[in-house]
């Protein structure tokens, strides 16, 4: 069966740290698509990107970088010199075979205090 | 485009009562689906259209819940009667899906129910 393991319930950090938010994944479908969304105080989930099991290349966007590694089964999030503003909840997320269905973790709540 | 919008924002009713949610998915999206989030559940999923069909209501958690999509621009969740632990935020998705899932998801803001 598919999931999706997210260890870290909270992290707590100062701003301009970095942080990994761990997330890792099972399923025995090998085409797969893996997802970060961000849940800001304000309830709304945005999404963050994908990524397809066939791609392992790392992506970085500004301050965000994702490394995806099929051999541990592993879709980490980096958050370079975090802000304030990054304060949120995040979800990785697996999408299921064909259907696009997101099978979710529980999400890791990173607080970036001043 | 206005990303997927969602009424009512809030919900408060009383227990017994039909509860109504709706969804308006983007535009050009195929896909709808519907999850609720909960503290001791997380985020699930309730069910999922595909071209207005729906295809797999297995998370549906009972009889009480129905979920419609009469065309592609709108959808709605029914609860009823509404009881106490169905008190969660409700969140509609919308995709496009040429052949399977491989787009995102966009979400609503959610419609947080309180059933006192």
């Known amino acids: 069966a598919q999931k999706v393991t997210q260890a870290q319930t909270e992290i707590s950090v100062v701003e301009k740290e970095d942080v990994t938010l761990d997330c890792v994944y099972e399923t025995r479908d090998t085409t797969y698509y893996l997802f970060w969304y961000k849940q800001p105080p304000s309830g709304e989930l945005v999404f963050l990107i994908r990524?397809?099991?066939?791609?392992?290349q790392n992506e970085i966007s500004g301050r965000y970088s994702w490394n995806f590694q099929k051999s541990t089964s592993s879709f980490n999030f980096t958050i370079t010199a975090s802000q304030v503003v990054d304060s949120a909840v995040y979800f990785c997320a697996l999408s299921e075979g064909n259907t696009g269905k997101l099978i979710f973790g529980q999400g890791t709540t990173l607080q970036v205090k001043p | 485009d206005a990303g997927v919008i969602q009424s009512p924002r809030h919900e408060v009713t009383e227990m017994g009562q039909e509860v109504t949610l709706r969804c308006k998915p983007i535009?050009?999206?195929?896909?709808l689906f519907w999850y609720r989030q909960t503290m001791m559940r997380g985020l699930e999923l309730l069910i999922y259209f595909n071209n207005n069909v729906p295809i797999d209501d297995s998370g549906m958690p009972e009889d009480r819940f129905s979920a419609k999509m009469p065309n592609a621009s709108f959808s709605t969740l029914k609860i009823q009667p509404s009881e106490p632990r169905d008190s969660a935020v409700y969140f509609c998705?919308?995709?496009?899906?040429?052949?399977?899932?491989?787009?995102?998801?966009?979400f609503g803001q959610g419609t947080r129910l309180t059933v006192v």
């Open positions: 998705a919308s995709s496009f899906s040429p052949g399977g899932g491989r787009t995102e998801a966009f």
């Open positions: 990524r397809n099991s066939f791609d392992e």
């Open positions: 535009s050009g999206h195929n896909s």
